[in-house]
């Protein structure tokens, strides 16, 4: 891939003059990788699996779909659903998944790549019992509106982690600030009593839904490094750019790097309208 840069030079003698230089760089391309996005919950109804591959920098174009590729559902014991293309590059299915079965799938493209995911145990996730909307006044650190807090409770044993994925009315909040986790090793056994999980503030009439989800520490580990390299930047002391560390692996080559996460997880889930 070839790009012209123009330097400006500017001579400070008794008038400015100028004169420009092209430099022809060749720039290599980059490897073309998939990328994979997918859950599989014990909720009812239809789930997607996106399937996309990595552009150059400067091509300039949206992420490519990945089309008529193979996607094939398995647990422990063998396949239990193959996956409709709903769309370019979305592939979906009804099948609802069961509490302490463990799940992956399989993926091959019509070039003949094979891909799949390290197996994962769908864990049970305890109740969001209550939720809550406290309006909050304008102050140096936080914007006026209703802030929202939810009451569950944490099961005995350590090493459940979890994520909430909330909605503002029927809109899933998907910023990077908007990704929310955790891990239960400050609270294990115990009631969560008004945990606040506003990322944004909610206004007079918003209809709210928030779920709880039971994910793995490896999904904990993949949205930590997410949310590092595109929410907390900006400064001096940012990580390091570098490849995402999903789940996936290429069934062809160990040196294949795959991007992307495919997770499962039991859902709880609880509404409301701010009044």
């Known amino acids: 891939m070839k790009f012209r ?35 599989i919950t014990d909720q009812e109804g239809e789930k997607q699996v996106l399937l996309s591959t990595t552009a150059n920098y400067f091509d300039n174009i949206e992420t490519p779909s990945v089309e008529n590729a193979t996607v094939v559902l398995f647990d422990e014991n063998g396949a239990v659903d193959t996956l409709t293309e709903s769309s370019y590059g979305v ?51 936080e914007d006026e509106g209703y802030y929202v807090s939810i009451d569950t409770e944490e099961p005995l044993g350590v090493g459940d982690f979890y994520r909430w994925k909330q909605y503002v009315n029927d809109t899933l909040l998907n910023e990077p600030f908007d990704l929310l986790y955790a891990s239960d090793e400050f609270v294990d056994g115990n009631p969560i009593i008004d945990f606040d999980v506003t990322t944004k503030p909610l206004s007079l009439g918003d209809s709210y839904r928030i779920q709880q989800l039971s994910i793995s520490r490896e999904a904990f580990e993949f949205f930590t490094q997410l949310q590092t390299q595109t929410a907390f930047v900006g400064s001096l002391f940012d990580s390091p750019p570098a490849a995402l560390q999903g789940n996936m692996v290429s069934v062809n080559s160990t040196d294949k790097n795959v991007l992307g996460y495919f997770g499962v997880s039991a859902v709880s889930e609880i509404g409301m309208v701010v009044e």
């Open 5 to 39: 840069i123009s330097f400006l030079i500017i001579l400070p003698f008794l008038f400015f003059s100028s004169c420009q230089d092209v430099i022809d760089l060749e720039v290599p391309d980059g490897e073309v990788l998939l990328v994979v996005d997918g859950w």
């Open 91 to 141: 592939y979906v299915t009804n099948y609802q998944g069961v509490v302490g079965k463990t799940y992956h799938i399989y993926i091959q493209t019509v070039s003949g790549e094979e891909y799949e995911s390290n197996p994962e145990l769908l864990k049970f996730v305890s109740t969001i019992a209550a939720v809550h909307a406290e309006f909050r006044e304008e102050t140096a650190f």
